[in-house]
Protein backbone atom coordinates (compact mmCIF):
# COMPACT_ATOMS: atom_id res chain seq x y z
CA UNK A 1 0.00 0.00 0.00
CA UNK A 2 1.38 3.32 -0.69
CA UNK A 3 0.26 5.76 1.67
CA UNK A 4 2.56 8.02 4.09
CA UNK A 5 1.41 5.77 6.60
CA UNK A 6 2.69 9.31 9.44
CA UNK A 7 0.80 11.39 7.91
CA UNK A 8 -2.63 8.95 8.29
CA UNK A 9 -1.45 7.99 11.60
CA UNK A 10 -1.52 12.04 12.67
CA UNK A 11 -4.96 12.38 10.93
CA UNK A 12 -6.59 9.26 12.32
CA UNK A 13 -5.20 10.39 16.05
CA UNK A 14 -6.10 13.94 15.33
CA UNK A 15 -9.77 12.56 14.47
CA UNK A 16 -10.40 10.23 17.11
CA UNK A 17 -9.14 12.68 19.99
CA UNK A 18 -11.80 15.23 18.79
CA UNK A 19 -14.53 13.02 18.37
CA UNK A 20 -13.93 11.65 21.64
CA UNK A 21 -13.63 14.99 23.30
CA UNK A 22 -17.04 16.13 21.40
CA UNK A 23 -14.64 19.27 20.54
CA UNK A 24 -15.98 21.20 17.53
CA UNK A 25 -12.85 20.00 15.27
CA UNK A 26 -13.74 17.17 15.10
CA UNK A 27 -15.42 17.71 11.58
CA UNK A 28 -12.64 19.65 10.35
CA UNK A 29 -10.44 16.80 11.28
CA UNK A 30 -12.46 14.35 9.73
CA UNK A 31 -13.27 16.55 6.37
CA UNK A 32 -8.97 16.54 6.84
CA UNK A 33 -8.56 12.56 7.02
CA UNK A 34 -11.01 12.33 3.95
CA UNK A 35 -9.51 14.39 1.68
CA UNK A 36 -6.34 12.65 2.63
CA UNK A 37 -7.79 9.24 1.88
CA UNK A 38 -9.15 10.41 -1.42
CA UNK A 39 -11.49 7.84 -2.71
CA UNK A 40 -11.22 5.10 -0.35
CA UNK A 41 -12.48 5.06 3.18
CA UNK A 42 -11.53 4.06 6.69
CA UNK A 43 -12.39 1.21 6.20
CA UNK A 44 -10.59 -0.11 3.06
CA UNK A 45 -6.91 1.65 4.18
CA UNK A 46 -7.64 -0.69 7.23
CA UNK A 47 -8.08 -3.80 5.43
CA UNK A 48 -5.19 -2.58 3.15
CA UNK A 49 -3.04 -2.23 6.42
CA UNK A 50 -4.10 -5.34 7.97
CA UNK A 51 -3.29 -7.49 4.57
CA UNK A 52 0.56 -5.27 4.58
CA UNK A 53 0.74 -6.04 8.15
CA UNK A 54 0.06 -10.04 7.25
CA UNK A 55 2.30 -10.36 4.38
CA UNK A 56 4.82 -8.94 6.38
CA UNK A 57 4.37 -11.35 9.52
CA UNK A 58 4.92 -13.88 6.85
CA UNK A 59 8.49 -12.61 5.91
CA UNK A 60 9.16 -12.12 9.27
CA UNK A 61 11.63 -14.82 11.00
CA UNK A 62 9.67 -17.55 12.73
CA UNK A 63 9.75 -17.66 16.88
CA UNK A 64 10.05 -22.11 16.21
CA UNK A 65 13.39 -23.44 15.42
CA UNK A 66 14.24 -25.95 13.32
CA UNK A 67 17.47 -27.75 14.85
CA UNK A 68 20.61 -29.79 12.72
CA UNK A 69 22.53 -32.89 14.45
CA UNK A 70 25.16 -30.32 14.34
CA UNK A 71 23.34 -28.40 17.08
CA UNK A 72 22.70 -25.37 14.59
CA UNK A 73 19.42 -23.55 14.65
CA UNK A 74 17.79 -22.19 12.04
CA UNK A 75 14.56 -20.04 12.19
CA UNK A 76 11.30 -21.92 10.96
CA UNK A 77 11.11 -20.25 7.41
CA UNK A 78 14.55 -19.50 6.81
CA UNK A 79 16.63 -20.34 4.01
CA UNK A 80 18.42 -22.39 6.26
CA UNK A 81 15.83 -24.37 7.24
CA UNK A 82 14.58 -24.90 3.58
CA UNK A 83 18.09 -26.15 3.12
CA UNK A 84 17.95 -28.83 5.63
CA UNK A 85 14.40 -29.79 4.74
CA UNK A 86 15.78 -30.46 1.08
CA UNK A 87 18.99 -32.04 2.20
CA UNK A 88 18.00 -34.58 4.77
CA UNK A 89 17.64 -32.82 7.95
CA UNK A 90 21.30 -31.41 7.83
CA UNK A 91 22.24 -27.91 7.46
CA UNK A 92 24.32 -26.13 4.60
CA UNK A 93 27.94 -26.45 6.18
CA UNK A 94 27.40 -28.74 9.01
CA UNK A 95 29.70 -31.68 9.96
CA UNK A 96 26.67 -34.03 9.97
CA UNK A 97 26.50 -33.42 6.19
CA UNK A 98 29.40 -34.80 5.46
CA UNK A 99 29.17 -38.64 4.62
CA UNK A 100 30.39 -41.29 7.20
CA UNK A 101 33.54 -43.35 5.77
CA UNK A 102 33.05 -47.20 5.70
CA UNK A 103 36.68 -49.31 6.28
CA UNK A 104 36.72 -52.49 7.57
CA UNK A 105 36.88 -53.44 11.53
CA UNK A 106 40.00 -54.72 11.59
CA UNK A 107 41.38 -51.73 9.20
CA UNK A 108 39.83 -49.24 12.25
CA UNK A 109 41.35 -51.38 15.28
CA UNK A 110 44.75 -51.14 13.55
CA UNK A 111 44.72 -47.72 12.92
CA UNK A 112 43.40 -47.26 16.55
CA UNK A 113 46.59 -49.26 17.95
CA UNK A 114 48.98 -47.74 16.01
CA UNK A 115 47.91 -44.38 16.91
CA UNK A 116 47.87 -45.82 20.64
CA UNK A 117 51.18 -47.03 20.06
CA UNK A 118 52.52 -43.75 19.17
CA UNK A 119 50.88 -41.86 21.94
CA UNK A 120 52.65 -44.29 24.22
CA UNK A 121 56.32 -43.43 22.59
CA UNK A 122 55.07 -39.58 22.55
CA UNK A 123 54.18 -40.06 26.24
CA UNK A 124 57.48 -41.85 27.65
CA UNK A 125 59.36 -38.98 25.42
CA UNK A 126 58.19 -35.71 24.86
CA UNK A 127 54.99 -35.50 26.51
CA UNK A 128 56.12 -32.55 28.96
CA UNK A 129 58.17 -31.28 25.38
CA UNK A 130 54.74 -30.86 23.64
CA UNK A 131 51.61 -31.09 25.18
CA UNK A 132 49.27 -30.61 22.50
CA UNK A 133 50.33 -33.18 20.73
CA UNK A 134 50.21 -35.28 23.20
CA UNK A 135 46.63 -34.49 24.31
CA UNK A 136 45.76 -34.90 20.39
CA UNK A 137 47.05 -38.24 19.93
CA UNK A 138 45.04 -38.80 23.16
CA UNK A 139 42.28 -37.64 21.92
CA UNK A 140 42.76 -39.96 18.66
CA UNK A 141 42.98 -43.19 20.69
CA UNK A 142 40.01 -42.29 22.91
CA UNK A 143 37.66 -41.40 19.48
CA UNK A 144 38.83 -44.23 18.33
CA UNK A 145 37.83 -46.68 21.65
CA UNK A 146 34.70 -44.72 21.54
CA UNK A 147 33.78 -45.71 18.13
CA UNK A 148 34.91 -49.32 18.62
CA UNK A 149 33.13 -49.70 21.95
CA UNK A 150 29.77 -48.16 20.29
CA UNK A 151 29.93 -50.97 17.61
CA UNK A 152 30.44 -53.44 20.09
CA UNK A 153 33.48 -54.98 18.64
CA UNK A 154 37.43 -54.65 19.28
CA UNK A 155 39.98 -54.62 22.73
CA UNK A 156 39.53 -51.37 24.39
CA UNK A 157 43.00 -50.01 25.20
Not at 20 to 37: I, P, S, V
Not at 59 to 74: F, Q
Request: with cysteine; net charge negative; hydrophobic share 40%.
Amino acid sequence: MTIDKQQLQKLLWAEAASFRADCADWKRNTEALDEFLGEKTVGEVALELLAENEALLKLAPSKEIIWCACGDGHAANSYGAGFMDANGGVCQNCDAAQPMVSCPLELFETLRDSANTEADEHRQCMATYRPLRQASLDSVVKKCDDLLAAKGKGEQS
